[in-house]
Every structure is written in C-alpha cells, then in structure tokens.
C-alpha cells in the first residue's frame, strides 16, 4: 500500500549513495584526481529516478575545459572503470549498449558535450534521436553541479534555434503504438520467448516518459527528471490539458 513513487525516491537516494560512496573510495585512491572539476551523470531510468529493481548502468562524465584536457579525461577514465566495476559488484549489470563513463565517447569536456547536443538538435536523425532520449535526461549523482547547469543552459539555446528538432522527437514518441487494440485488447507481443505476452515497459511507460519529456522541453524546462513530476508540472502549464496530465501521472506510477 506504500506509494510507489516513495519506493522510487527512496531507491533513487540508495543508488546515488552507492555511486557517491564508491566515487569517494576510488576518488581517494587515484588522488591525481583531485585537481579535476567533474560531474557524474545518471541517466536513462535512473536519470529520471525511476530504478525500482536493479537494472544496467547508464552514466556518464562531464568535465571542465582546460589545455590539459586529454590528461585530464585519461584520469578519470581511470575513475570511471573502477567505479563502474564497484557498481557491477553491488548488482548493477554494465550497459550492453556501453553507455557509460568507462567509455570514452562519454567521458568528455563540457565544450564536447556541448558539440554533441548541438549535433543531435542539429541533425536529428535516428541515432541522434534515440541519443537524446537518453542522455536528455541526465541528472547529477556527484559532483561540481554548476558543469551541468551550464549543460542545460546550451540545450535550452539549441532547443530554441532548431524548432524542428521537437518535431523529430514527437515522430520519435508515437513509434510505439498505443497499448490498447480498437477493440480495447492488450497489444501484445506477436513472436519470440515472450509471445502473447503484454511487455508494459516498451507499450505502456516508452509511449508515456517520451511524452513527458518532449512535451516539458517545449516548454523549455530543465530539471525536473521523474516522468509523474513532467506531468503534474505539465499539468500546472497548461491547465486545459491539467486533467490528461494528471491522469498520464497517475498511469506511469500505476505501470511502474
């Protein structure tokens, strides 16, 4: 009977002590470390504090531009695969999409991280897009907050140069059809190990968070991670819609 979205903030503050503790612990051991300003990022579900079970990783680094930036990053590229090890020991499976710090792709200066969401809004192909449902969401676990602040700073500019992009976003949500047949039946899995079987992350809670997302960024707000939260601030918004949008809360917590 407890709420669901209580058992979820309280994961959430589970998991970013373990990401903490294990980046004090390896942090102390590499101490080369320590003149480096550095965020960690969570993203994906834990991005968006939604982990219930524990699931892959999907994080990321983000570190302040100096003329010692490949030092720096080969540093904590170093940080990066001890935590991610530390985190697969305590029963977080490393990403198969290798979508983490370790890799180098994504353990980069703030000048390349912003190069890289100006390439996705830019040029919003399939693989851009599918990137910025991930990485959209990012969300600080540790350290200097104000890289990421500045992060969201540039993505709301290139939000507003490049309009079209929601655009490719929107085509992107209503990929997955709707749950439900025309004659109100699950849509349900037509082949493979789960045949006839409802899959309610792809069907139900994709179609929602995807939503969320693109409909907040319309807006141009940043900083509000949980898809119940988009919701109900959407709800705020626009208050001809509040109804949908609070029942578009109340069904992600219900699926989740």
């Known amino acids: 009977g407890i709420d ?8 959430t503050k589970i998991n970013d002590t373990i990401i903490e503790k294990a980046l004090d612990k390896v942090l102390e051991d590499i101490p080369e470390s320590a003149e480096i ?8 579900s834990e991005g968006r504090e939604e982990q219930l079970l524990r699931t892959d990783q999907d994080n ?6 100096s003329d010692q930036h490949e030092e720096h990053q080969k540093i904590l590229l170093k940080v990066a695969e001890s935590v991610n090890e530390m985190l697969m020991t305590c ?14 792709e994504f353990c980069q200066p703030l000048s390349v991280w912003k190069d890289y969401f100006s390439k996705w809004i830019a040029t919003p192909d399939p693989k851009s897009v599918m990137h910025a ?9 540790y350290g200097n907050p104000e890289l990421a602040h500045k992060l969201e700073e540039h993505l709301i500019h290139e939000l ?19 749950p439900l047949s025309f004659f109100k039946n699950f849509l349900v899995e037509s082949s493979g190990e789960h045949k006839d079987e409802f899959d309610i992350k ?5 179609p929602l968070s995807d939503g969320a997302r693109l409909l907040l960024m ?36 219900l699926f989740m």
């Open 4 to 11: 669901v979205s209580l058992v979820a903030s309280l994961i």
């Open 37 to 44: 300003s550095f965020t960690w990022l969570s993203l994906g």
């Open 60 to 65: 990321a680094i983000l570190f302040e531009d």
């Open 91 to 104: 029963g977080f499976e490393k990403c198969p999409a290798d979508i983490m710090a370790q890799n180098p």
């Open 133 to 141: 449902t991930i990485f959209f969401d990012f969300r600080i676990s």
């Open 160 to 178: 507003q140069e490049h309009e079209m992009f929601l655009k490719f976003l929107a085509q992107n949500a209503l990929q997955n059809p709707p």
């Open 202 to 206: 792809k069907r139900a809670m994709m």
């Open 218 to 253: 319309d807006h141009l707000i940043m900083g509000i991670h949980n898809t119940s939260d988009r919701y109900r601030k959407l709800a705020e918004f626009e208050s001809n819609n509040a109804s949908l949008y609070e029942s578009s809360a109340d069904a992600y917590e």
